[in-house]
């Protein structure tokens, strides 16, 4: 069992930056990938950023490269996303989630945080 809690999330304007936390708890030792989503009304959920938690490879979705960075803490069982030049259309509620071994899927996911983006 792994326990996600996201935190960060907030009203900003267009340009401003913010940074999202996750802090994990229970079998964190089983967790291979940790990832960020988004899900902004009436749209599907999208995979934002991703980072192995043994080798801090990431990656990125294009709408957000070269803006967001995602980096994780293994001591204290965080991870991240710092989110510059922030855009409205990155309005959303943003959750953190984790891949564990022999899975194919993300098995553990946080509550969101609602992160609002104005003009």
């Known amino acids: 069992q792994v326990q996600l809690v996201e935190s960060g999330g907030g009203l900003v304007q267009a340009g401003d930056s913010l940074r999202l936390s996750c802090a994990a708890s229970?079998?964190?030792?089983?967790?291979?990938?940790m990832g960020w989503f988004r899900q902004a009304p009436g749209k599907e959920r999208e995979l934002v950023a991703t980072?192995?938690?043994?080798?801090?490879?990431?990656s990125y979705t294009d709408a957000v490269k070269g803006r967001f960075t995602i980096s994780r803490d293994n001591v204290k069982n965080t991870v991240y996303l710092q989110m510059n030049s922030l855009k409205p259309e990155d309005t959303a509620v943003y959750y953190c989630?984790?891949?564990?071994?022999?899975?194919?899927?993300?098995?553990?996911w946080g509550q969101g945080t609602q992160v609002t983006v104005s003009s």
């Open positions: 229970g079998r964190t030792g089983s967790i291979v990938t």
């Open positions: 980072i192995s938690r043994s080798s801090g490879s990431t």
């Open positions: 989630a984790a891949n564990v071994f022999y899975s194919r899927d993300y098995d553990y």
